[in-house]
C-alpha cells in the first residue's frame, strides 16, 4: 500500500524546483568541464611547436654547446685577455683597456669626421657644375611658365565652350517648351 501511494502521489513543486535547480548546476559545472579540456587542447595544439621533442632536442643541443664553449672561455681566462692586449697585426698598437672607452670616442669622432669631409668633398665637386645646373633650372622654369599660360587658354577656352554650350541647352529647352505649349494650345 505505500508503494501504491507513492507512486500517485504528486511531487511537490518545491522539489522539482530543488532538482531543476540541480539538474542546471550540474550541466553549468559540464560545460565549465568541457570548456576547460578545450582550452587545454587549444593550448597544446599552440604549444605543440615549443615542446615537441624534436625542438626541444635542438635547443637542448645549442644550450650544450653554448654552455661548453663558456667553460672553455672561463678555463682560458687568462689567455684571453692576453689575446686582447695583445694587437691583431704589427700595425695596431696595443691600447690599455683603462684607455678602451677613450679609443671607442675617438673612433666615432673619426667617423663622424669623415662622413663631413666627404659631404664637404662633393660639395667642392660639384661646384664646377652649378652653372650648367643654374642654365636647366632656368630652362625648366621658362618651359613651366609657358605650360603654365597654355594651361590658363585652354581653361578660359574650356569655360567659353561651357557657357555656349549652356546657351544652346537652354535655348532647345526654351523651344521645347515652346512646341509643347503650341501643341497643348491647338
Known amino acids: 500500500m505505500a508503494g501504491t501511494l507513492d507512486i500517485c502521489r504528486k511531487p511537490s513543486a518545491c522539489f522539482t524546483y530543488v532538482s531543476k535547480a540541480e ?72 691600447v690599455e683597456a683603462a684607455f678602451h672607452r677613450d ?17 664637404h668633398l662633393l660639395t667642392i665637386r660639384n661646384i664646377p657644375e652649378i652653372p650648367e645646373n643654374i642654365r636647366n633650372m632656368r630652362s625648366a622654369l621658362a618651359k613651366m611658365d609657358l605650360l603654365v599660360t597654355e594651361t590658363e587658354e585652354l581653361a578660359e577656352q574650356i569655360l567659353e565652350w561651357r557657357e555656349k554650350q549652356k546657351g544652346i541647352f537652354e535655348n532647345t529647352q526654351l523651344i521645347g517648351e515652346l512646341d509643347s505649349f503650341f501643341k497643348s494650345i491647338r
Do not use: G, W
Open 103 to 119: 679609443v671607442v670616442e675617438l673612433l666615432a669622432l673619426a667617423v663622424a669626421f669623415i662622413e663631413k669631409l666627404e659631404t
Open 23 to 94: 539538474q542546471i548546476a550540474d550541466l553549468q559545472a559540464e560545460v565549465s568541464r568541457i570548456n576547460l579540456e578545450t582550452e587545454a587542447l587549444q593550448m597544446e595544439k599552440d604549444t605543440a611547436d615549443i615542446t615537441h621533442p624534436f625542438y626541444l632536442t635542438q635547443k637542448c643541443q645549442a644550450l650544450q654547446a653554448m654552455n661548453r664553449h663558456l667553460d672553455a672561455v672561463l678555463k682560458n681566462k687568462r689567455t684571453l685577455r692576453q689575446r686582447l692586449v695583445k694587437p691583431l697585426c704589427r700595425e695596431n698598437l696595443p
